[in-house]
């Protein structure tokens, strides 16, 4: 196995000037960022990441009231762009069991329509925002893949998620896609603790991981 790491633009200012060249400079081997808003910028927004040698990974977010259409349309969408894989906000958390299932039916077709891999992100206020939830789901759906943001559920559990439970190993085995942060009991974002010595709550997990 070879992991490769890709800079979250989440947190980004809009600012373009420099900031791949920063990105490459960093030993980073590609991004992870939402498509260009508008479609006339993908050609130029590929041409760049190719200048830069950084690869890509599409995130989508689905929207109501029609969840599968959503995920179609931005997934045909970002595959233009030749992403790496596609990392995906799917479905409400307050939908049917029947409903979400049917959802994740669907986006495995568009799946294999397109050949991408397709990451579904353990996230709040999502289908897959607890343990127990994702793995009702992934039992259902061998060929499902997530991408595991295990910090959101430290907030919807109000507990950190044990990697000896059932449930936990089924999402870890499922996981094609991570994103490295560390939660704490009620939070999903550990505060820095370098300054007063005492270790991140979340360390243990995040290093079983």
Not at 132 to 153: C, E, N, R
Not at 155 to 179: N, T, Y
Request: with cysteine; charged share 25%; glycine share 6%.
């Amino acid at each position: 196995m070879k992991l490769k790491g890709y800079k979250s633009l989440w947190e980004w200012n809009g600012i373009w000037e420099g900031k791949l060249e920063q990105i490459a400079e960093a030993g980073y081997c590609g991004i992870e960022y939402i498509p260009p808003s508008d479609p006339k910028d993908d050609r130029q927004f590929r041409k760049d990441l190719d200048d830069m040698n950084l690869s890509f990974i599409a995130q989508v977010v689905t929207r109501g009231p029609n969840h599968s259409q959503s995920f179609r349309e931005q997934v045909l969408r970002a595959a233009e762009l030749r992403p790496d894989l596609i990392n995906s906000h799917s479905v409400a958390d307050r939908m049917t069991a029947e409903e979400q299932l049917r959802f994740f039916e669907e986006a495995l077709r568009v799946e294999q329509e397109i050949g991408i891999p397709i990451a579904h992100e353990t996230h709040r206020g999502r289908a897959f925002f607890t343990p127990w939830q994702t793995a009702a789901v992934l039992k259902q759906l061998p060929a499902l893949k997530i991408g595991a943001d295990f910090s959101h559920w430290c907030a919807a559990c109000e507990s950190m998620p044990s990697p000896k439970d059932e449930d936990v190993q089924l999402s870890l085995a499922r996981a094609i896609h991570i994103h490295g942060r560390v939660g704490f009991p009620e939070g999903p974002q550990e505060k820095t603790r370098a300054n007063d010595g005492e270790m991140c709550h979340g360390l243990p997990f995040f290093s079983f991981i």
